[in-house]
């Protein structure tokens, strides 16, 4: 009997760890539940994309925002009463309301399918909707494992994310704590080949940095002229998912610290160079790291729910 107590305890843990919960996902979780799940989210995205340009490269960020933080369960989403949620943090603050508002949109859309209605996580939403942002942005389409439960928390204090001056060791060292390699960790960069930044996360460079091209810092330097002001993280293409991001890194026109620093380490430089040059790897590789990142912190039935209201716990 106290063997049979020990197996259950340990069949218990296991399916409490963070490897089991990981081990739930697969590409066809819904496929009896909810069988037209991905065409109605990426009809979804699609509309919201039509609207605003901002809303897919802000879905995007608020998927690796979510995820960084206690998991990709959906906390991100979480409005608490008391203001003590992770969007009001300060490193949450620049997150667009376009972002927010393309996953409700995705979530009421399928919930008004009756086969759908509050069986489909807002946390799974969120993951399809970041997939359906780059590939309907020209980046790579790739399977969603699914099956994730959202998380019942959300607080300020739980948010630690990296910053736009990290240096290579910093980066790597966050990255890791997610179970990330440095590979993961540039193809993942190169998210930021799509949307924005206020001056105030680069404007210390403009001139200080040996790393940044004269003429491109020249150029911010006329447009950081007040506390409104904003560049284009990849000024070439700001709204095509490409590997334009990188050719800007070997030409010193990164715009944050911590993208710039990924051509100035000899340690990275080689992963940018080839990335600059072959865009179908850096495809293949960002679809690869948004898999794993997809499965950091995944939430099962035993510490999850499926939000009726992505904003609210049930």
């Known amino acids: 009997m106290a063997n049979l107590r020990l197996a259950l305890l340990a069949a218990a843990a296991l399916l409490l760890s963070p490897a089991f919960a990981a081990a739930q996902l697969r590409t066809d979780y819904y496929a009896t539940i909810c069988p037209n799940l991905e065409a109605i989210v990426r009809g979804s995205v699609k509309y919201s994309m039509g609207q605003s340009p901002i809303s897919a490269p802000a879905a995007l960020r608020l998927f690796f925002h979510d995820c960084a933080v206690r998991g990709c369960d959906a906390s991100i989403m979480i409005v608490n009463s008391n203001g003590d949620d992770e969007w009001r943090h300060p490193d949450d603050q620049s997150l667009k309301q376009e972002g ?19 069986k489909v996580s807002c946390a799974d939403i969120l993951a399809l909707a970041a997939r359906e942002s780059v590939s309907q942005s020209g980046g790579p ?42 590979t993961d960790m540039i193809a993942l960069s190169g998210g930021h080949t799509m949307g924005a930044a206020d001056c105030s996360f680069f404007q210390y460079r403009i001139g200080t940095d040996p ?15 007040n506390s409104q002001s904003f560049a284009f993280l990849d000024g070439s293409t700001p709204v095509k998912f490409d590997n334009a991001y ?3 890194l070997q030409a010193g026109r990164g715009l944050l610290g911590s993208d710039q620093v990924l051509h100035a380490d000899v340690r990275s430089r080689g992963t940018v160079d080839y990335y600059a040059y072959d865009q179908g790897t850096f495809f293949y590789d960002f679809a690869n790291a948004m898999t794993r990142l997809g499965r950091v912190g995944v939430k099962t039935a035993a510490d999850g729910e499926i939000r009726r209201d992505c904003r609210f716990p049930n």
Do not use: W
């Open 100 to 118: 927010f508002q393309t996953i409700l949109d995705a979530k009421a859309a399928v919930d008004s399918d009756p086969q759908c209605r509050h």
């Open 141 to 182: 389409s790739y399977p969603v494992e699914l099956g994730r439960y959202d998380g019942k928390i959300s607080t300020k204090n739980s948010v630690v994310l990296p910053h736009a001056d990290f240096n290579l060791d910093q980066l790597n060292g966050f990255f890791s704590g997610l179970g990330l390699s440095q």
């Open 211 to 225: 790393s940044m091209d004269p003429n491109f810092a020249a150029q911010l330097g006329g447009t950081c002229v």
């Open 246 to 248: 990188y050719k800007n």
